[in-house]
Each structure stands twice: as C-alpha cells, then as structure tokens.
C-alpha cells in the first residue's frame, strides 16, 4: 500500500531513573519506515539511538523508565503495550539483531535449536515445519552447510557466521520490520560488507522494512533509502540519503560525513569532531544542543529552538536555523557548499 507507515513513531520521548533522579535521554522524536525501506539512525555512541531501538521493542524496565509518546508498529501501538502484547509483536512483527551477536545467543544451545526455540514462541511457523525451516532459515542468511551449523554451539562460529545465525532468528517468524542495531561495529571489515549486503539482500526479497542503526555514514552510504541523524537524544536533520549527502544542513550532519573516513573527500587530514556528546544530566532539550561543541557559535547554542524540525525542501526536514550561519572553520573551509547557505536564507 502506497504510503503506509510500517513503523510511525510520534513525540517519542524516554526518561531514566538515575540514582533517583529522572533524566531525559529520548525528546520529542519523529521517525517512520514504510515497507520496504531502509531508514538508517546515525549518530555518535551516546545519541541514543539503541534507547529508540528498545522503546520499539518495547524492552526498557517500566520500573526505571518511562516511555512516553506514540510509537505504531504496523498498526499496534508500544508505548504502554502489556509484555503479553508486546511477546506477541516481538518476533512476529518486528525482529532485531544487535551489535553483540555472542551476547544474544544462548552459549548453552545448539544453533538448530535455538531458531527452532524462537519459532516456538508464535504460532506462525507449524511446529513439525521447524527443522526443515530452520535449515532453509541458514541457507537463506548465506550458510552454505546448515546442518552441520545447526548441530554447532555458538563459541565455534566466527563473528560473521554467528551474526548470520542472528539475522536468521530475527527473519524465522517473518517480520515485516527489521532493526539492525549496529549490526556490523564488532566485525572485521571484509565481513561488514557482507552482512550489510546479505540484510540488503533479504530486505528486498521480502520488501520489509529495516531500521539500520549506526555510527559509520559509510554504512548508511551502501545501505540506506533515508536517513534520520540523532543527537542527544534529538532527531537533527532527516531527509533521503540523496538530500543527506548532497545537501546535509544541519552542523551536527555535516561534521559527521566531514568525520568519516571512507566519504571525506574534501580534506587530506581526517576531521574530529570537537567535545563530546553530552550525559543525560547535562542535556537541556530546549537548545540545539550540538552547537555546543561548534566554538565559534556560543551565542546561537544558548537560544531556545523549536523541537520539531522544519522541512527545508520537501522530506528533507532540518532543526533550528543555525545551520544557515555554520562553516568550518581553522583551515576546514567549505567547498562546493556556499549553494546551501543561499538557498537556506530563502527557504521558508
Ligand atoms: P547510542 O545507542 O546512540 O550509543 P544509547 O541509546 O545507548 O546511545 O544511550 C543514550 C544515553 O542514554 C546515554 O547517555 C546512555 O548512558 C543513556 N542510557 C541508555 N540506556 C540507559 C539505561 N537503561 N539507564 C540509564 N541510562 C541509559
Ligand atoms: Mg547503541
């Protein structure tokens, strides 16, 4: 169905409980996937990206947490969902694959029996289909002897095939949402591309839709259909991948694809980004936060700026305006960028 959101995310806000303290680590974030696209969620380590990922799964503890908002899951709502509902959606709906595949694995149970194990919990595959599913499952993730991998234990697989198994657990109940939190950080290059490729590859022959959670605008690069970029706990800019890397507005973006090593073409030195993203206590949601580390605009990161960001051409949304004023600076001088400044001073 054209125009049919698979994942609407609304107003999505996540508080902590802190040594008795409430602190906000999500505010106010909009995000939608629709079948078959591939929405990558970037931003640097502490954005809050996997706090999203988890309020989708519907996995932070209510005794330490709160999560407020709306987030429709192919016409369920999470927030506030039972954990019988949310056991029903997990799996069934949406599947997810994490960074750390050793860590979700049980190292006490055989491959075979651990797919077999997530197929039981719904009732979607027929249990007397679950060897021969499980099998088709590894075949499918690009496991060229499954049998033999369905009677091994997780310790004696590499990184890649034991992520392959993962992605194998998330699809076995056929979900029509994907989120892949950082699903390649913890394996060697070579292997990256071929997982990226492999979840590319079942995303288009089912048409689902994957939300790709990651650090490296490489990723998003070889991967993505859209793009929203994160920080501190705020959506920044949100647009196509076109608009993301050909037009990027907001600072924050702009400092991420200028740090990245594989799509920096403008400069021979490699860019860092200055200071760090801040801790929940420190964050006031107000502001645009990142202005903060950018040192030549102290005024422009004291200012209030609306939480919602504005479209600047169409689906190509930014927050605040002070990316209109921002170049780099100390010999990191833009090229081929001017366009974007004049085209925002008559942007509505
Ligand atoms: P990312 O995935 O982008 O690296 P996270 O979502 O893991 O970021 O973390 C965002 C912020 O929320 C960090 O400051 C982190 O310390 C904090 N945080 C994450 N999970 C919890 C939790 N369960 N309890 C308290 N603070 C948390
Ligand atoms: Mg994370």
Redo the contacts with the bound molecule.
């Keep these: 169905m054209i125009g049919k959101k698979l994942l609407d995310a609304k107003n999505v806000g996540?508080d902590?409980?802190?040594n008795g303290e409430w602190?906000t680590?999500?505010y106010n974030v909009d995000l939608s996937v629709k079948p078959g696209e591939v929405l990558a969620?970037v931003?640097?380590?502490?954005?809050?990206?996997?706090?999203?990922?988890?309020a989708v799964m519907g996995l932070?503890?209510p005794n330490?947490?709160h999560v407020t908002g709306s987030i429709m899951l192919d016409g369920h709502e999470i927030v506030g969902a039972t954990e019988k509902e949310m056991e029903e959606l997990r799996g069934a709906k949406v599947g997810m694959i994490f960074q750390d595949p050793l860590s979700a694995l049980n190292p006490l149970m055989k491959i075979g029996e651990q797919i077999e194990e997530s197929m039981d919990v719904h009732d979607i595959i027929p249990k007397e289909k679950h060897k021969e599913r499980t099998i088709e499952l590894l075949q499918e993730v690009g496991i060229t002897k499954p049998e033999l991998v369905a009677d091994q234990f997780p310790h004696e697989l590499s990184g890649g095939m034991r992520q392959r198994v993962m992605i194998a657990i998330a699809i076995a109940n056929e979900p029509d949402l994907l989120i892949a939190?950082?699903p390649t950080t913890a394996l060697d290059v070579t292997i990256q591309s071929q997982i990226l490729d492999l979840i590319k590859n079942i995303q288009a022959k089912k048409n689902i839709g994957v939300l790709l959670?990651t650090?490296d605008l490489g990723v998003v690069a070889q991967t993505a259909d859209s793009v929203a970029v994160?920080y501190a706990?705020q959506i920044v800019e949100r647009g196509s991948v076109e608009q993301i890397f050909q037009t990027p507005l907001h600072p924050y973006t702009r400092s991420l694809l200028r740090a990245n090593p594989s799509l920096d073409t403008l400069n021979d030195q490699l860019y860092v980004i200055p200071g760090i993203?801040?801790?929940?206590a420190e964050m006031d949601h107000s502001r645009d936060l990142f202005l903060e580390r950018v040192p030549w605009m102290e005024k422009e990161a004291k200012e209030a700026v609306p939480d919602q960001p504005v479209e600047y051409e169409k689906g190509h949304f930014v927050r605040g305006t002070a990316w209109k004023k921002f170049k780099f600076q100390d010999g990191y001088v833009e090229k081929g960028r001017q366009d974007i400044q004049e085209k925002g001073e008559t942007a509505k």
Aim: hydrophobic share 40%; no cysteine.
């Design positions: 996540v902590f409980r802190i602190l680590a999500l969620l931003g640097e380590s502490g954005s809050g990206k996997s706090t999203f990922a988890m932070h503890n330490q947490s939190d950082e959670i650090h994160m706990g993203v801040p801790s929940l």
